[in-house]
């Protein structure tokens, strides 16, 4: 990865950065996680309150399932740390890190709890700034929340602060809540930068059931009537070239949100099915009515016999 290019670099893979990476990477933006170093999570015996985990999960398991969520969205993780972060006279960022790597990115996501250091040098460091005495008794710094938006924007173009390095997000969920509207807002500056208009930058990643299509699918002009519905202003100036630009990428996302019943099962399948992959045989096996076991042992051998 020396010397590569990348849309966003997010610095920390912890819940807030994972969740920020999530979203970008969904939405097509070649996204790098770089994770290593101290962390807030690694200090917690064990993870309660993280919902969706009735019963808990370990930290170690967590990490690697938020991790591969982001690697199925597309993302990379990558275990080094980022020692600097610079502006470029060409505008966007150059992300050095531990073991040598340089990544030329145009947009930077903190999302580191303890670690700032790398953010040094960026804006007005006691704008940018501010410490923080924790419960240990020791005295961190970390980004003032003065210093952000409401959506993780700072004032250097192209750098967002998410999570607990600005305050936002002292729990895991909270954490990881405030990283996905970090990344949200990523993917909205993104399209506003290609030219989309406000009702059309804000981007949802959603499935919505094929069957709640109230057209024909193969209808182009009902598809392109509902965009000029409810996406372009009643009165604009938008160049009509470019309005067709965006009308054409704006309508092919609008279809890739629906799915069908068909996929949505198969995708249902996929997951349990990888789930569990990830669980121990032996658990497996003891939480298995004894009776079922034995069926599916008589079925596949006759289904070996009769081979």
């Given amino acids: 990865m020396s010397n590569d290019n990348v849309d966003v670099v997010v610095v920390g893979g912890g819940p807030a950065g994972s969740a920020a990476a999530l979203y970008t990477a969904q939405y097509g933006l070649d996204t790098v996680v770089f994770d290593r170093g101290r962390s807030a999570l690694s200090q917690c015996a064990y993870l309660e309150n993280y919902l969706g985990f009735p019963w808990g999960v370990d930290i170690q398991t967590f990490y690697e399932l938020i991790h591969e969520h982001v690697e199925e969205a ?3 993780v990558v ?3 980022v020692l600097s972060v610079d502006e470029r006279e060409t505008g966007g960022f150059r992300v050095e890190t531990q073991e040598g790597r340089t990544v030329d990115t145009d947009r930077v996501v903190a999302a580191t709890t303890y670690d ?3 953010l040094e040098g960026l804006d007005d460091e006691d704008e940018m700034f501010e410490s923080h005495q924790h419960g240990d008794g020791d005295v961190h710094e970390h980004v003032s929340l003065d210093y952000v938006d409401e959506e993780g924007r700072a004032p250097v173009d192209g750098l967002y602060v ?3 390095q600005v ?3 002292t729990q895991a969920l909270t954490a990881a809540g405030n990283g996905m509207e970090v990344g949200m807002a990523v993917v909205v500056d993104v399209r506003r930068d290609q030219g989309y208009w406000e009702k059309v930058a804000a981007y949802r990643s959603w499935n919505w059931p094929r ?4 057209h024909e699918w193969d209808d182009e002009e009902a598809w392109n009537e509902r965009f000029r519905t409810h996406r372009v202003p009643e009165d604009h100036d938008i160049d009509p070239e470019h309005l067709r630009e965006i009308q054409e990428q704006d309508v092919e996302r609008m279809k890739s949100s629906y799915m069908d019943r068909e996929e949505a099962q198969r995708r249902e399948e996929r997951a ?5 992959e990830r669980l121990d045989d032996e658990l497996l096996l003891d939480v298995l009515d004894d009776e079922r076991l034995r069926e599916y042992v008589q079925e596949l051998e006759e289904t070996s016999v009769a081979n």
């Fill in 162 to 164: 998410a999570g607990a």
């Fill in 116 to 118: 700032r250091d790398y």
């Fill in 74 to 76: 597309g993302g990379a």
């Fill in 211 to 214: 069957s709640t299509v109230d």
């Fill in 79 to 81: 275990s080094d740390m």
């Fill in 272 to 276: 349990k099915r990888r789930w569990a």
């Fill in 167 to 169: 305050g936002r997000g």
